[in-house]
């Protein structure tokens, strides 16, 4: 029999439907969990995340909500917790690029990255907050980035994002600590997935030291190890890096 130490917990993973976020619905999935995998405009691909959990022997349902929008996130939540009856794991991964150099980035371009990359953060862990502490437990995990650490020409508005979640991990790490939830981070480096796959890699994986792109299922290893209990219980308020050795602090 596999070991399955998320049996009895609710996950809710953003921007599910596809990438990293797909990864770690399934890998969720897989370890046990029952898993409501938001989307925000592909009902058909988080059917197909959805069929792949079930698949596997898992449970999961899929749910629409755009997390940078503040009622469709309080509503997201409420449904996770009316047909699951609990919320035991939040994965804040759903993320947009909207790359350019800062003298021609137009204020949207700005705004929209903030808004849906650190803001929704910020949003779906408020909502879930609430249930987590009057449970006194809860995993949270959040994607960050390599980028938010290190900074990147033509990414001002992705790596501001990526870096203010790295010190909102940090923050709400210490604020839920003594009621049992723990807050970390995982900061993929460049990961083979459809936000890296028109880019020169030649250069890239120069500056890996593994020397190759990683996978969604490697960042998945990760969050699932942050999630499990007890394997992690005693870690909050830290930022995992999966990224090849490319970035060493």
């Known amino acids: 029999m596999n070991y399955s130490p998320l049996v009895g917990q609710t996950a809710l993973v953003t921007g599910a439907s596809r990438g990293i976020g797909r990864a770690v619905a399934i890998s969720l999935g897989k370890a046990g969990a029952e898993v409501a995998v ?27 909500a755009n997390v940078a929008d503040e009622s469709a996130v309080d509503e997201l939540v409420k449904n996770v917790i009316t047909r699951s009856q609990s919320l035991d794991i939040l994965v804040n991964n759903a993320g947009i690029t909207s790359d350019g150099l800062l003298m021609r980035m137009k204020t949207m371009e700005w705004q929209k990255v903030i808004d849906l990359n650190l803001s929704g953060v910020f949003l779906c862990t408020r909502a879930v907050a609430r249930t987590m502490l009057k449970q006194r437990r809860g995993r949270i995990i959040n994607i ?51 936000m890296t796959k028109d880019l020169d890699t030649a250069g890239i994986l120069a500056a890996i030291p593994m020397g190759t792109l990683g996978t969604p299922e490697q960042v998945a290893g990760a969050v699932n190890f942050l999630a499990s209990d007890p394997a992690a219980a005693y870690i909050t308020g830290q930022v995992l890096q999966v990224d090849g050795g490319m970035v060493m602090a």
């Open 38 to 64: 938001n989307y925000s405009s592909s009902l058909e691909k988080a059917e197909e995340v959805v069929e792949a959990i079930i698949s596997s022997g898992g449970k999961a349902y899929p749910l629409q």
């Open 144 to 194: 960050t980035s390599v980028v938010g650490l290190t900074g990147n020409a033509g990414q001002a508005n992705y790596a501001a994002a990526k870096a203010g979640v790295v010190g909102f991990t940090r923050s709400t790490a210490k604020e839920f600590a003594s009621r049992g939830i723990t807050v970390n981070a995982v900061a993929p480096g460049f990961i083979n997935t459809d």
